[in-house]
């Protein structure tokens, strides 16, 4: 978890050192600047969490009319026939189901990083233990 951490502390630090030549230096705000900074990071990831919603919320009708179809078969066949429509249907809108959970996926790390940074802080003689 070194990996992560490193990368944590060198941000956090960083607005530390900036806000201490500025004459505030104070680890609260560089906290709050830290936070910042990863939400900003994050925005790319963000617009296309929003847009792969917004994409589904218009396929829903035609999801539904698929599914209509083929509410009465339950065989393996058109079971498999619905799913390569459906596939074929967000191809063609360009919808991707990765984008949906992609910030979490980028945003867990840092927040396991943070946590033990701040562990190790609070209890520096201790570690993690």
Known sequence: MIVVEYPVALVLKG????LTALGIGSWLISLVLFVITIRALLLPLYYRQIRSGRILANLRPQIRALEATYAN???PAS???LMARRKELQKENNYSMADGCMPIFVLLPVIMGLYRLLIRIARPSEGLQ
């Open 15 to 18: 607005w530390h050192l900036l």
């Open 79 to 81: 079971r498999k026939e």
């Open 73 to 75: 078969r339950h065989d």
